[in-house]
């Protein structure tokens, strides 16, 4: 298995925690948003930890940094914005995937409309990249600060990505003529109290009408054909990191010691 | 008496005199090639959709086999106005969303104006620096 960590760490002082996490997962791929660690810093603490010989990659996305496990060159990035970065992840005898890492705007500066029209252009970047790499085995990962059932996501011409395996493995839809190939997003499973996860990767309450308060803006999707690479169980919103909580007592991030997002662990065979 | 087949449209038809705003990033696109000795390449993709132009303008290492996008602007059919933002990012148009207030640049001086300090600001010469650090390593 390949393990990957996502944290938008929202500017916080968090690299002890960072450091725990890829200590008591065996990380190997490390993803960061708003990071404010210096990444040379961290990437020597990483290194005191003593596994594996961590790699700082190489990538101009300004709100994205990347460790991996292994030599930086196997991540290589084929396109990039300062919000997204779609790399080829190509580890020695494993099949190769493309790694679309995201951290859109926030929803205090953009409508939904905009955020759904950015994730139409991702859509496009990311087929463009899926036909010059050959293949279509894709994760998305990353902070989208949009629900699972907002338009950007779940519509056609968006991320086009649905709730269950099942669906996915139809691999497309056809709206108006046009083939709009499947993301499977497992991160529906994430919503509400019946699991034992936390209800969702980032708390708001305001007294307004509409209010979700547990969001899933971090998410991780899979194209079909890496559906079955993942375990069923394969996705994890972590809410510890090594000794420490990463909640406050009534049970949202605890934002004063830590970031006001969970960190999403998932897991392939790749 | 006017028959249906002759030609109706005005002796002065011809190429407009304004330079578009596609013409002004694809000689940036090329100077660029030009100044990295063909380490670098600028790119300019064009979208349409109904009467509204996405010009896309990309920084390519081909040697890299990499593609970043460094901004992007919009304009009607006539070229100008031409929107943006001041980070030179993604635009919108007015009757669009919350988003950043977008810039309007009316003539083709105050485009070249824009594109000089979105060309010279740091987070360009960030990407362009970088990237050429990586292709020469």
Redesign the interface.
């Known amino acids: 298995m390949t393990t990957f960590l996502f944290w938008n760490t929202n500017k916080k002082p968090v690299e002890e925690a960072i450091a725990a996490l890829v200590e008591m997962h065996m990380v190997d791929v490390l993803i960061l948003a708003e990071s404010s660690a210096r990444p040379v810093e961290l990437l020597e603490r990483l290194n005191q930890l003593g596994k594996q010989g961590f790699h700082l990659t ?1 990538g ?1 996305s ?1 709100g994205i940094i990347v460790f991996t496990g292994f030599s930086s060159q196997l991540v ?7 919000r ?1 970065s779609i790399r080829r992840l190509a580890l020695p005898a494993r099949l190769e995937i493309l790694l679309a890492l995201v951290h859109f ?1 926030s929803k205090l ?3 939904e ?2 955020q759904a ?2 994730c139409t252009e991702l859509a496009r970047q990311i087929r463009i990249q899926e036909d010059e790499a050959g293949h279509n085995r894709t994760v998305l990962v990353g902070d989208l600060n949009m629900n699972p059932f907002e338009s950007g996501l779940v519509s056609a011409a968006g991320l086009n990505a649905v709730m269950t395996r099942d669906l996915a493995g139809r691999r497309f839809r056809t709206v108006q003529s046009k083939q709009y190939p499947f993301f499977y997003n497992p991160m529906w499973n994430h919503f509400g109290d019946r699991h034992d996860g936390p209800p969702g990767t980032y708390y708001y309450e305001r007294s307004e009408h509409v209010c979700h308060f547990w969001n899933i803006f971090d998410q991780v999707l899979f194209r079909p054909d890496l559906v079955n690479r993942c375990p069923s169980d394969g996705v994890r919103i972590l809410t510890r990191a090594g000794d420490r909580s990463l909640l406050s007592e009534d049970g949202t991030p605890n934002t004063r010691l830590a970031s006001d997002h969970l960190p999403l662990l998932f897991e392939l065979d790749l | 008496m006017p028959n249906g087949n002759e030609d109706l449209w005005p002796a002065d038809v011809e190429t407009s005199t304004i330079v578009p705003p596609l013409a002004i990033l694809r000689r940036q696109a090329a100077a660029l090639g030009e100044r990295t000795q063909g380490l670098l390449e600028g790119q300019v993709e064009t979208f349409t959709k109904g009467d509204e132009f996405t010009q896309v303008f990309y920084v390519v290492a081909p040697s890299l086999d990499y593609r970043y996008k460094l901004f992007e602007v919009r304009h009607g059919v006539e070229g100008y106005p031409v929107y943006t933002t001041t980070e030179g990012r993604r635009p919108v148009f007015p009757r669009f969303g919350t988003g950043p207030a977008p810039l309007k640049l009316d003539t083709p001086d105050e485009f070249v104006d824009w594109l000089k300090q979105v060309l010279n600001s740091d987070e360009t010469k960030r990407v362009i620096g970088s990237l050429l650090s990586q292709v020469k390593a």
């Open positions: 190489f101009l300004k290589h990035p084929v396109y990039e914005t300062d997204i705007p500066f953009w409508s409309d905009s029209f950015e």
